[in-house]
């Protein structure tokens, strides 16, 4: 099938291609994970230059062919190019790392728009909160909780006591929540942090722009959600902006 598609994309990574074109990789709405050619994107007069920037989102229209790797981008409008607050570069650095681990983790998004939906509330979201981290390890979270893997963390597994108010053991490999008392193995959260794990899978990251992590905080729901990617999203590696924020910390 092919014919002309209308969609609403993330502009995951681009790069250029040939001398006057740019490929870029995209996130889309209804179509998943696309790769769209912008054939003369590179010259300043074309309708395409500056359009395809790292983190813009737009109105696509591309000639779509379903046995095409590459799709051919015909228009783009109503770009809204990401503004991070004057000179903040935690900001820039989380905004980039969330567009890295969804291009890294995402191979096809489906096309049911769940994950357009949550990668956009996170970069509209980053210019009106008060902790980045926070918006960042939502949407990790809600990630996993997408993809079915993010464990349930409602009752012990063992003796099936209720957890809430109370911390907890998450084992990543095998899935396994605890209580304190059946705890063996995996990695201990406190009870705030599992608290707050549960308010980042039942909202998501434009219900948490409120809500500041201390740094043991950070520290545990950081360690939890990298190690659950890590076992379940195969070649995941921890995003090249947060090594450069650990470097200036
Ligand atoms: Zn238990």
Redesign the pocket.
Known sequence: MSGISRDRAVILRSFDYSESSIIAAALTKRHGKISLLAKGARKPGSQFYGSLRTGNTAEILFYEKEQRSLQLLKEIGGIHAFDPKSGCLENICIFQAGLEVVDRAVVDAGTDGGMFDLLEEFILSLDRCVDPWTLFFALEARMLDLGGVFPAIDE??????GLAGSGITINPSSGYV??????EGGISLSCRSSELLREMIEGGPGDMTETKLDREIRQEIGRVLHRLFTFHIEGYRLPNALKILKGVE
């Open positions: 012990c597994s063992k003796c099936k006591k605890t209580c304190v008392g059946c705890g």
